[in-house]
């Protein structure tokens, strides 16, 4: 089920002008900058970041003391009911965990691998690993239950050396455990087996003795010592894993709530499925939680048809105060927010803002949700977002609620300076602060090439200000510098803009597109379509069959009509797409060419389908090749 258009475009702009935004406590940055004769120019937070913990599990300590029993985290059980675990629980579970891989002399050399998604068990896990100062490294399930070739997952365990590797059920994970574990390696679970293969149980390391040296060694961890490990992806479709130290998280999480500020007026609850191996969800959305004295109730339900009903469920009984999603996850949430009352009442009833990450947010569903909660609650919950990296923690940028807007990101939060330098007509954005990463672990070239000479960290992303003569009106996304390409002309193709007003002119058919051209006279289009948004315009087609969809009469009408829209209001060469072709089949996550959360690797597809773009090419192209 997806949004459907129900509203005018003055309806839109009614809801704007004549209702105001729910006042919420909010850090507003303003900056310092500095131009260079080079054209480089910096931006400094006037503001100073306020002092942080020295670890993360310090936090924890404090909401024992504060709020023992009040619940951290819950998961639907079998009977739908919930199972719930205090901060107290926590604690006391952590730190006999703790004990258990202590005993087995676990390491930064020999750290904990967690292959399971969310899941209190896996949080279990990963505080007793944080409270022992032994690194974990939540990977995505897809690496294990997606992927044929296993080639990510047996990467990373040759990267790692892992100690231990968990997984919630062993039988699930059994032939990717069987296949990538060396016998060496303990494999704990929380149930289930593999065959062949001892298997520890998670209920034997709760009920370890605490180790003698726990509170020392609890007591040594230090801002440098690793917490975790978060993979992601370079150009080679490789993992690289970014080293998460407890000075990046600690102040990262400072410079949420000093700029979320309205997590200090109540504790946060929050709704959430977003992947913990990434760190949207495992760094920002958990350490929020944990930070604020908040609780996280776990949502197994995806942005899809067959999992959004589940999120449904949870929202509600569930009333967010803060709520997390990617721009799908918002589009496939509106329908049922527009029909259902109830549910509009239970998700507004207590909500300071949404934010959303991953991907632009398109007006008709951002003007949706402020026509919703208008009539709901009277104001527009404020919609949030910013810019970050899995090296920054990730929270670097962020807009405020008077300014926030889709493509805009907003200036540094505190703590955090921007490096802006001229890369072919744009400013690529550099950072650093405490939250920025050390590197990547036992890859010391790539490391290298992350940092410039003053020590910014390489984000790869360009920016745009707002307003060139007042930087405080923040700045607005400009593509991936990595991505943009010449044409035969010389004349450069900014990609991230192109591929923005592609995906919104396509609107609903279009989920994410590759465009193709480097050294040739005109620009084209590798199209991944949105099934969800195709059943809009056909409803009889099949939820899961890409093939069906992409030579469906009706969805290539209906392409080739807003195509054609798009093509008209290019302004040159560097706009104008020629040619486009509907992919037939799903990107491949064992080539590199997807991430398990759907990002793409542009590069990656591109290598990876050379020959169909050079049919795309050709002068005869063949029938599947839309051209104008």
Known sequence: MSATPSMSASTDSAARANHPLRPISFGTPAVHVE??????????????LLDYPVRITD????????????????????????????????????????SALLARGLSVEKPVVILSGNSIDHVLIAFGALYAGIPFCPVSPAYSLVSRDYGKL?????LLTPGLVFADDATKFADALAANVSFGTEI?????????????????LMATPLHPRLDAVHEAIGPETIAKFLLTSGSTGNPKAVINTQRMICANQVMLRETLAFLKDEPPVIVDWLPWNHTFGGNHNIGLTLYNGGSMYLDEGKPMPGGIEETVRNLQEI??????NVPKGYESLLPYLRDDGALR?????????MFFSGAALSAFVWNSLDELSVRETGYRVPMLTGLGATETAPFFMSVNPLTSRSGHVGLPVLGNDAKLVPNNGKLEVRAKGPNVMPGYWRQPDMTAKAFDEEGFYKMGDALKPVDPDNFDAGFDFDGRTGEDFKLASGTWVSVGPLRARFVAACA???????????????????????LDGCRLINPTLPPDDIATAASDPLIVAAFRE??????AGATGSSTRITRAVLLDTPLSIDRGEVTDKGSINQRAVLENRSALIEEIYSPAPPAQVITL
Do not use: C
């Not at 704990?188 to 149980?201: H, I, K």
């Not at 239970?346 to 300071?352: E, P, S, W």
């Not at 279009?510 to 050294?519: E, F, S, Y």
């Not at 807003?562 to 093509?567: E, G, N, P, S």
């Open 35 to 48: 131009r260079r004769d080079d054209g480089t120019i910096y931006l400094r937070p006037k503001a100073q």
């Open 59 to 98: 936090r924890l300590h404090h909401w024992v003391k504060a709020a023992p029993d009040r619940v951290f985290m819950a998961e639907r059980n079998a009977t739908r009911g919930w199972r719930q675990i205090t901060y107290a629980e926590l604690l006391a579970s952590s730190r006999h965990i703790a």
């Open 154 to 158: 047996g990467y990373l365990m040759k």
């Open 188 to 204: 704990a679970a929380s149930r289930g087996a593999v065959p062949g293969r001892d298997v520890t149980t998670l209920a034997d």
């Open 319 to 324: 009333s967010p105060t803060v709520y997390f």
């Open 345 to 353: 009442k239970k998700f507004f009833a207590r909500l300071h803002a």
């Open 508 to 530: 609903p058919l279009v989920r994410d597109v590759v465009i193709a051209g480097i050294n040739r006279d005109e620009i084209s289009a590798l199209v991944v379509l949105d």
């Open 562 to 567: 807003r195509f054609q829209q798009l093509a």
